[in-house]
């Protein structure tokens, strides 16, 4: 079985975003992990609107977006709300965040539920505490 291979854009923080995708489809990935920050990348605003746009980009390159990776913490529920409606929109079905430790934040069972509704077809929640 083939697993794709991506590249995440956090890696290459002094390229603009074309130059990353362009290095990334030259270097035989298959994906992309966006780096999600307001000062590498797309901000988070930027990419709530233009996110079938930057898709539509990334795809031009022949690569699948596959992750959103953003320092946006777990506890910041605006932003949260905002990534999972990105999800939505775009079909991108894991984002990564910072997560502290939620056995002592008060948002922690309200965090999960509202993350629930993204289950893969075996009930497994789809995204990743980092």
Same mark, same amino acid.
């Given at each position: 079985?083939?697993?794709?291979?991506?590249?995440?854009?956090?890696?290459?923080?002094?390229?603009?975003?074309?130059?990353?995708?362009?290095?990334?489809?030259?270097?035989?990935?298959?994906?992309?992990?966006? &780096?999600?920050?307001?000062?590498?990348?797309? %901000? +988070?605003? $930027?990419?709530?609107?233009?996110?079938?746009?930057? !898709? #539509?980009?990334?795809?031009?390159?022949?690569?699948?977006?596959?992750?959103?990776?953003?320092?946006?913490?777990?506890?910041?529920?605006?932003?949260?709300?905002?990534?999972?409606?990105?999800?939505?929109?775009?079909?991108? &079905?894991?984002?990564?965040?910072?997560?502290? %430790? +939620?056995? $002592?934040?008060?948002?922690?069972?309200?965090?999960? !539920? #509202?993350?629930?509704?993204?289950?893969?077809?075996?009930?497994?929640?789809?995204?990743?505490?980092?």
């Amino acid at each position: 079985m083939d697993s794709q291979v991506n590249v995440c854009t956090s890696t290459m923080p002094a390229f603009a975003l074309d130059d990353c995708l362009k290095l990334a489809a030259n270097a035989g990935y298959q994906g992309v992990e966006l &780096r999600v920050h307001d000062n590498y990348h797309i %901000s +988070l605003p $930027r990419l709530y609107y233009q996110c079938d746009e930057i !898709k #539509r980009r990334i795809e031009g390159y022949k690569l699948a977006l596959s992750v959103y990776n953003t320092y946006y913490g777990m506890t910041d529920a605006c932003a949260i709300d905002t990534l999972i409606r990105v999800c939505q929109r775009t079909g991108v &079905r894991y984002f990564v965040s910072p997560c502290p %430790s +939620l056995a $002592r934040e008060t948002s922690g069972p309200r965090l999960s !539920k #509202r993350l629930s509704f993204l289950p893969t077809s075996t009930g497994e929640s789809r995204w990743r505490f980092c």
